[in-house]
């Protein structure tokens, strides 16, 4: 066949060139800013076929495409001697040193062919002395990060079932003269990332996970790998790559709707009505106080549904959401809801749509939908059934329509391991985790298109399903059960690196029923000072902003404090949470109370003549800290509004850049200040 030698995509970040020579496919250039990656050509995929990876692939077809809505693909198909065809996608997006790569394998052999493994990105880079930095992820300890010299192998993997259970499927090298390179497999379920340096350079490829896997294709069948984000930058700043993940996610991979656009301040009962304490009187009287301080979603977390007894657990019943607990919500949910609206206020629900508690009619109402391996029960209902599918969609319809819900928390508190092993779901004994994953994607796709303005959460046992594979299906999600202070930062310098604020939803500093060390926060505490509760409350100001608080118990002043940061939020910051790029001025902050004991944030708003600046100090933080500002404009004259205090100044934006600005703070201070050009 003939085509061009060398194909390339080019924009003013990123150079990236295929060769196509004697019908094989090669990379040849990827390089941003004067720094080149590649140590030579190699093929950029790499796939497995019982075990053995196919190296025999001949061109067939390559096309490179205009661009269009802001975006570009390069497509080249190769086929082996096998049978099997690759095609093989490049996107790149503009005016951003960013790629994704993913693969189409398609068999169009007569006979069955067993796909055991397929790396997304596969990459030859130069040698050259490299630090790695990845996240490790629990409960309550997600984006912990470990950063070393790649001196050795090093596997990233989650076997969990769950993307961020275990590590975050996301990593960055620093090369010595400042280049950096972040990768992010956009998958939910199981993946991995490899890299193994040796004096030739490092060979660095990751996608979905080979660990009990293996897809049988017959005859004309294809599946899709997970798409793989590759972003580049410079200066050995982690906020050049990171600008770009948020300015893509934003544009062309998160869902939208007029919520999103507004983002609403919320309120969930949860942490202080934990499950059993919640009820229709007291979910009512906290709406109402919710409608005064300006709240403008209330969302009824789990709790609401299973049999009407007032000890019913919600973890053992979930999967009969048909059932309303008449006990505890005796005039049922619609009514509730409408309460809610007729306050002027969105309602929101909690369903954990996947999973199925021990005690649930379902597993016996419907043993078809039930995700088993080896014979036994995983906790879930499999979504590679499209029977299961259709159920789940037909459920999430209902409790829209006849409950009135305008938002929707998706929750997912197990770890499906390898997934189901069932053969009569339409997967095969080997692929059933990601049947699951493409089922559930094609349902909140489904969901989606039938009510567009229903605002889509997604969280699992807090942060530990964190992608960009569900964030391209969800609205925003959930970071992390905790919210104890120094844990807020961790997580949102740690998520900020591959995902924009108003992907992010946290709460402030809750008041827990439950016990946990460091979830001590009580707004009746009568050594609580006003620059504490500011300090908690800003922290969470940074993304999708919410409160699990008894809101009818709360003391005048803290009721009248947390107004006026919620107003703030509505009329000021919500605007650059949705559109500025974030900043890092400071090194990640630990939960362990080791890291930097201060952190602070620069919201630059894309025209560079607004900003938004959020300092936090931290317990064992000196008493001053100097931050100087990044990305003014030199001979401009900018004006500094401490917002919620009463202060302000002027200064020039090379003292802004160069002198920067002194801050004095008690322990557990803030401020946030809004930076103007005059």
Known sequence: MTHQPTIALMNDALQLAYRL????????????????????????????????????????????????DGKRDLVVEVRSANGLSVIHHTRA???????????TVRNDAAQPITVTRIDSFALHLAPAQHDLLHFTSDWGAEFEPVRAALTQDVLLETRTGRSSKGMHPWCALFRADGAVLSASVAWSGNWRIRLAPSAQGIAFSGGLSDWEFERTLGAGDAMESPPAVIALGHSGDLNTTSKHYARVGRKHWYPRNATTAALPVEWNHWWPYRDTLISETIFRDNASKAAAMGIGVCALDAGWFGPSDPATDWYDMRGDWHQVNAVRFPNGIRAVADD????????????????????????????????????????YVCMGNPAAQA?????????????????????????PGAGCNRTDHGHGAGDGLYA???????????????????????????????DLGLQRHTHMTFLSDPDWPVHDLQLFWGATTMLAPNALLHWG????????????????????????????????????????????ELPAWVEQRWKEHIDLYTSCVSRFVREADVIRLTEQPRRDGSGDRWAAFQFAMPA??????FVFRMPGGEAQRNFALRGLDAERMYRLEWLGDDKAMEAQGHALMGEGVLFTSPEEGSALVWVKAV
């Not at 560079?608 to 600046?613: F, I, K, N, T, V």
Request: glycine share 6%; net charge negative.
């Open 608 to 613: 560079a003549s607004e900003h938004l600046l």
């Open 21 to 68: 020579e004697n019908d094989d496919l090669r990379l040849t250039q990827l390089a941003h800013a004067g720094h080149a990656w590649l140590a030579g050509a190699a093929l950029p995929f790499a796939v497995y076929v019982d075990g053995n990876r196919v190296d025999d692939w001949r061109v067939v077809r390559a096309e490179a495409g205009a661009w269009r």
């Open 436 to 466: 699951h994953y493409i089922g559930y994607y094609q349902l909140l796709q489904r969901v989606r298109a039938a009510f567009p303005e229903v605002v889509l959460e997604s969280c699992s046992s807090g942060g530990l399903r964190i």
């Open 391 to 415: 159920w789940a969609f037909e459920t999430l319809r209902r409790l829209i329509v006849d409950y009135g819900c305008d938002w929707i928390k998706l929750d997912f508190n197990l770890d």
């Open 509 to 552: 500093y809750c008041e827990w029923l439950n016990d946990h060390p460091l979830q001590q926060f009580n707004p009746r505490d009568p050594n609580l000072k006003k620059h504490q509760l500011d300090y908690y409350t800003r922290m969470s100001m940074m993304n999708v902003f919410g409160f699990s608080q008894k809101l009818t």
């Open 340 to 379: 809610v609206h007729a306050r002027g206020m969105k309602f929101g629900l909690w369903c954990e749509i996947e999973a199925l508690g021990r005690l649930a009619q379902l597993t016996n109402e419907r043993p078809d939908l039930v995700a088993l391996r080896d014979g036994e029960q995983l906790g």
């Open 93 to 103: 997006y503009e005016a951003a040193p960013l790629i994704e790569l993913w693969q």
